[in-house]
């Protein structure tokens, strides 16, 4: 696997000025900051996975173009939003399914979050749509055990934990009595873990990430059958 430090204490810096600074006259006489020491380790980061990944699943995608890619934009879309500020003060990606796009974003991902005191990594499925949540949920209906062997890596005293919504009350359909009712009540199906900023600083970063990928593996092969998808 390629190695070799990603990120930079310049990566850091140029996200907690954009914090104090979140307009576009200064994104504008600072960008070629945020070229050189946010998105181009970004994107070699996914670059340098690609191949990791691949062992591990043939039907994710690491795809490290500025456009087009599995890096999320900088650039906010504020038109339905009160809050204004133009630019996510965060830089991340997400090595998706290949049938991600056809499906209308239901499909398990990895997850990769650069952030000022907020790093983390995680895998799963962010705001399925209703049927594809549907399926999941009955999925794990039917597959109780092999549930309880992907919930059993989070916890108080694990490494990684749930993440996203739940519902207030059970969903419509399903027993309320049910021994999993508060993993059916939930509306993402996701396990991320905190990063201390210094990993993103490693030069074996590509490979620490991959690490936990591979734990988290497990999870996104389970959601996959619940979505009928190859893993």
Not at 94 to 115: D, M, N, S, W
Not at 208 to 228: E, H, S
Request: aromatic residues 12%; charged residues 20%; contains cysteine.
């Amino acid at each position: 696997m390629t190695t070799g430090t990603c990120f930079t204490p310049a990566s850091f810096a140029f996200l907690r000025a954009l914090q104090a600074h979140n307009d576009r006259a200064w994104f504008n006489a600072h960008k070629q900051d945020y070229l050189d020491h946010v998105r181009t380790p970004l994107l070699d980061l996914i670059a340098a996975l690609a191949a990791p990944l691949a062992k591990v699943s043939p039907h994710f995608v690491a795809d490290p173009r500025p456009q087009g890619g599995c890096m999320f934009r900088i650039y906010r879309d504020t038109r339905f939003s009160h809050d204004k500020r133009p630019y996510k003060e965060w830089a991340s990606f997400k090595l998706f399914h290949e049938r991600t796009r056809e499906l209308g974003g239901a499909a398990p991902l990895f997850y990769l979050h650069v952030q000022p005191g907020q790093c983390f990594v995680g895998a799963g499925v962010w705001h399925p749509q209703r049927d594809a949540l549907l399926r999941i949920r009955n999925y794990l209906v039917n597959n109780p055990a092999s549930w309880k062997q992907i919930a059993a890596l989070a916890g108080p005293r694990r490494h990684f934990q749930f993440g996203g919504e739940s519902l207030q009350r059970p969903p419509h359909g399903f027993d309320p009595a049910h021994e999993l009712i508060d993993d059916l009540r939930r509306k993402d199906f996701v396990l991320h873990c905190a990063l201390p900023d210094n990993v993103l600083l490693a030069p074996d970063l590509p490979r620490q990430v991959m690490r936990i990928y591979r734990t988290l593996a497990p999870l996104n092969d389970w959601l996959c059958g619940a979505l009928d998808l190859d893993f």
